[in-house]
């Protein structure tokens, strides 16, 4: 039975390691295929319908027709929202493939294009077909064809390389892990699926078909493993329908994509489309408050901060590639065009890194950190951009009375240096407060310990004392084991443990080197690699002790947030230390003086009696 489940077993492994490198190998050819099915090479900024001097706009199987280019020719009558109605007399399809693929296909030099307006009148158009409208467009703007194209085109290439990298490395050091193999398989379908993008864009089959497939299956496979993660069983009531909603719906998308179905409406396909990650999102924050702190919660914390990261980037790239599309100016439609895809690139960014730290345990510990900088430059941002914009505005109005056209380059200047003014006092503020808010764990190690035991040392034994410090700094900073060690007149003694067998810890002080008079990290110790002096000052320095702790639950080491306020609290528990000890040998000395006075007195009274 034993053999059975084991070559039952082996034989699992070896088909998810075929079938992962079927993805990996799909992921890596998709760059070469794009090149091979593409016209015109990867980036969509130049197609067939930028060689006529016109940009199109719009959602899957609604496209118009923006500004032109140009208004050269036939371009001079084409109006903001005309629909392609008819290619050299050949009706035109709705959707962007097909209908590049029918102008590619149209001989000639010039080709006649009908057009439907908003108001329904109908024209003809007679364009010359040639790359140099685009190229002419982007004369003045600060950006020519070449970069705009190269630019875009790395940017997809960015993109595509994270995807791959979050399958591998996932994959790599999770392999046997479902959740960890079911989010690679994700990361890899959608690299693929991003690769062929531009493919699809340009003329349909087969970037079309692996587009289409690729994405709804890369998307499913993602929220499912996200479903299951981190513990691999789906613990949230109500999460095995969302589960199997998740899977109707990449299954549904796919065919619709694939036009094996009819497509649902629009409303619906956005609701559905946006409810199902939210859901998923809210499963994993109904199971971070359900979680004691240690790792998991920390892995869901990850989470949570990746795809809040990387909603932010979307809305970004969203709002720019739409007023992108629609701009007027052609100048102001390329750069929005590319900072679209610039977001784009940080919204994989975001949600697979946060993705990846979370599932190889990588410094899990270092979440709080890196949220509430992160939340504090991104605070700080708005606030000045809000700043400056509305002073820009408020000066220019007021100075438009006294320098004319110049106004606008005045005010800007001055609504700068107020900017510039305020960035210091703001990030301090700012930093202070995320800090505060996101890791309040540390704020109050740094700024309650000093006070704590300025309190306790004039009442509690030294041992109490030490036994309340270890408690705060290892809840502070997340240690998992700490001692403290007494100089004791250079004989070093075990004076409080935590987390640790004194006798394990007694083992571990008969090798330590306690030689060094700062902030130390020892490598090679596994069991305690910090180690902290605790120095008075006074009549010079004298160390009295030393705090050594162990690393995180996660295995990694302190990040600089940790050691600045261990450094912080390093002196005032020395102090108190240091009086408490003074303080326990003046009691012990006058307990032995009252205890010898005591002796005296009994011995005279027999004397006394006689």
Known sequence: MDRSLTSRAGWRQALVLALWIVALLAAMAAVPANYVYSDDGLASTSNAITDLGMRMYGPRGHWRLSEPLTREGGLA?????????????????????????????????????????????????????????????????????????????????????????AGLLVFLRRQHDPVAVGFSFGFLIQAAAIAFYPCHIHFG??????????????????????????????????????????????????????????????????????????????????????????????QIRWVLFGFAAAALALVVSTLTGMVGEQAEKVAEWAWLLVASDAAGCLTVLFAGGGLVISVIRYRLFDADAVISRSAGYAILTLALAGLWAGAEKALEVLFEGQFGHEAGVVSAGVAAALAALLVTPAHHRVMHWTEQVFQKHLTTLRHDLPEYVGDLRETASVARLLDAVLDRISDGVRAHRAVVVLANGGRPKLAASYGIDRAAAATWLKTADLTGHGVAREPADALLPLRLPLAVTGEGRQVIGWLALGPRPDGSFYGKDELDALKAIARPVARAIRIAQLREARDGGLARELKSIRSELAALRPARAS
Do not use: C
């Open 77 to 165: 009558t084409i109006r903001h929202g005309d629909e392609i109605i008819a290619v050299d007399g050949t009706p035109a399809p709705s959707d962007a493939p097909p209908l590049l693929a029918l102008v590619s296909a149209a001989p000639g030099p010039y080709v006649t294009v009908r057009t439907r307006s908003l108001d329904g009148a109908v024209r003809d158009h007679l364009v010359l077909r040639t790359p140099d409208h685009l190229r002419k467009a982007l004369q003045g703007s600060g950006m020519s064809l070449s970069a705009l194209t190269h630019g875009r085109e790395s940017l997809w290439l960015l993109t595509w390389a994270i995807g791959v990298a």
């Open 205 to 298: 089959l087969p970037g079309e078909l692996a587009y289409h497939l690729g994405a709804p299956l890369g998307d499913g496979l993602l929220l499912l493993a996200l479903l299951y993660f981190p513990t691999g069983r789906l613990e949230v009531r109500g999460s095995p329908l969302l589960a199997g909603a998740v899977v109707l719906w990449s299954l549904g998308t796919g065919l619709w994509g694939l036009n094996l179905t009819p497509p649902p409406p629009s409303w619906i396909n956005a609701t559905v489309g946006s409810l199902l990650p939210i859901l998923t999102l809210v499963v994993q924050v109904i199971r971070y408050r359900a979680l004691p702190p240690g790792p998991q919660r920390q």
